[in-house]
């Protein structure tokens, strides 16, 4: 079996690209699990732009350019489409953005999601965990 196919939500990539605290440890974790090639790291082109959207208040535009091409180059970049669309509308959602990254996740054939909301999740199939519950599974 392959290296676990782990779908970043944008919170979490968030909280490592701004350095969020109490989560930025736990984010960074993740990601170095992708730089040491432990897991395969998968991101939704509509969280890159989300990234750039939230950040660009607080931080420098180079920080924001450099971070985002920081995950382009470690994360693989699961796409947004017509069919991601039209699965996510049709899914009758409570939350349509997670429903987007739901099905982002599912074309990219991601194990799981992380997410620091896992109830934004809940009515999907895929198994979702927080980034602290994730780290702290690996640990076992």
Same mark, same amino acid.
């Given at each position: 079996?392959?290296?676990?196919?782990?779908?970043?939500?944008?919170?979490? $990539?968030?909280?490592?690209?701004?350095?969020?605290?109490?989560? *930025?440890?736990? @984010? +960074?974790?993740? =990601?170095?699990?992708? *730089?040491?090639?432990?897991?395969? /790291?998968?991101?939704?082109?509509?969280?890159?732009?989300? =990234? @750039?959207?939230?950040?660009?208040?607080?931080?420098?535009?180079? $920080?924001?350019? !450099?971070?985002?091409? !920081?995950?382009?180059?470690?994360?693989?970049?699961?796409? =947004?489409?017509?069919?991601?669309?039209?699965? +996510?509308?049709? @899914? !009758?959602?409570?939350?349509?953005?997670?429903?987007?990254?739901?099905?982002?996740?599912?074309?990219?054939? +991601?194990?799981? =999601?992380?997410?620091?909301?896992?109830?934004?999740?809940?009515?999907?199939? /895929?198994?979702?965990?927080?980034?602290?519950?994730?780290?702290?599974?690996?640990?076992?």
């Amino acid at each position: 079996m392959g290296k676990m196919r782990i779908f970043l939500d944008t919170n979490v $990539l968030v909280d490592f690209c701004a350095e969020r605290e109490p989560f *930025y440890a736990d @984010a +960074a974790a993740i =990601i170095d699990m992708g *730089y040491n090639k432990e897991a395969k /790291l998968i991101a939704s082109s509509l969280t890159l732009v989300n =990234i @750039a959207y939230v950040m660009r208040k607080v931080k420098p535009h180079s $920080l924001v350019m !450099q971070k985002i091409d !920081q995950l382009v180059n470690l994360c693989a970049i699961s796409s =947004i489409d017509r069919q991601t669309i039209a699965s +996510a509308i049709a @899914a !009758q959602p409570t939350d349509f953005e997670d429903a987007v990254q739901y099905h982002s996740a599912l074309q990219a054939k +991601a194990d799981l =999601i992380i997410s620091r909301d896992t109830k934004g999740f809940a009515e999907f199939d /895929l198994p979702v965990m927080t980034p602290a519950e994730f780290i702290a599974r690996c640990a076992e």
